[in-house]
């Protein structure tokens, strides 16, 4: 059965901190991983990674992807509390059906 | 363009009650997707579409139906609602052909008491 798995589920950090959050999975016909952000409302797209050892950045967040070992990491350095939400990974499977896989979350909060 | 849309944004029932959630999208997307959000579960796939006409069942569709009405429109649709379907429910859309993200809605909280 086709599974992502999130961990921690949750973290509590100071402002200032570095964050990483993981995500491995196994899922059949992988094609591409993707990270989302979700504060008190639907969830927005970070990420989308496809190839072992790429670090995509934005600001202070950065992920890669390692297909070998298949997991994720999510770093955030410098963290504000502007940060503080769920974060979401979701695996696409390279399949005709179309099906996106969500794990559970790290539920993230900055303190100030 | 205003992207995923749902209705109603919340909604109480009673239990054995039905009602049917709405969601439309503008961005001319083939794959739409509902899925339910309760604490510390993430997002569970309910029912999915890959195209107009075609659905096919997620993770946890016991107790839901689907109509894909047309390539805008994809509606959830609860039958007799009882309280384990209380959750948070999005609505989301995304081009077909892979390497492409989802576009969610605002999401719909439903109660059933």
């Known amino acids: 059965e086709d599974k992502v798995v999130q961990s921690p589920l949750s973290l509590v950090v100071h402002e200032g901190d570095t964050v990483t959050l993981n995500c491995s999975y196994e899922?059949?016909?992988?094609?591409?991983l993707l990270w989302y952000k979700q504060e008190k409302k639907a969830p927005t797209f970070l990420f989308m990674l496809t190839s072992s050892g790429i670090e995509k950045k934005s600001g202070r967040l950065s992920s890669i992807l390692d297909k070998k070992e298949l997991f994720s990491i999510l770093n955030i350095t410098a963290t504000q509390t502007g940060d503080s939400a769920v974060y979401l990974c979701?695996?696409?499977?390279?399949?005709?059906?179309?099906?996106?896989?969500f794990g559970k979350g790290t539920r993230l909060h900055i303190l100030p | 363009n205003a992207g995923v849309t749902q209705t109603p944004k919340f909604q109480v029932l009673k239990t054995g009650q039905s009602m049917t959630l709405q969601c439309a999208q503008d961005?001319?997307?083939?794959?739409m997707y509902w899925y339910r959000q309760d604490p510390g579960m993430g997002l569970r796939l309910i029912y999915y579409s890959a195209s107009e006409g075609t659905t096919d069942k997620g993770e946890v569709p016991n107790g839901y139906n689907v109509s894909r009405l047309n390539k805008r429109e994809f509606s959830l649709r609860l039958e007799s609602a009882a309280p384990s379907q209380t959750s948070v429910y999005f609505c989301?859309?995304?081009?077909?052909?892979?390497?492409?993200?989802?576009?969610f809605g605002p999401g719909t909280r439903l109660t059933v008491l």
């Open positions: 961005m001319n997307h083939n794959s």
């Open positions: 989301a859309s995304r081009p077909s052909g892979g390497y492409n993200e989802q576009f």
């Open positions: 899922v059949t016909n992988f094609r591409s």
């Open positions: 979701a695996v696409e499977r390279r399949n005709r059906d179309d099906k996106i896989i």
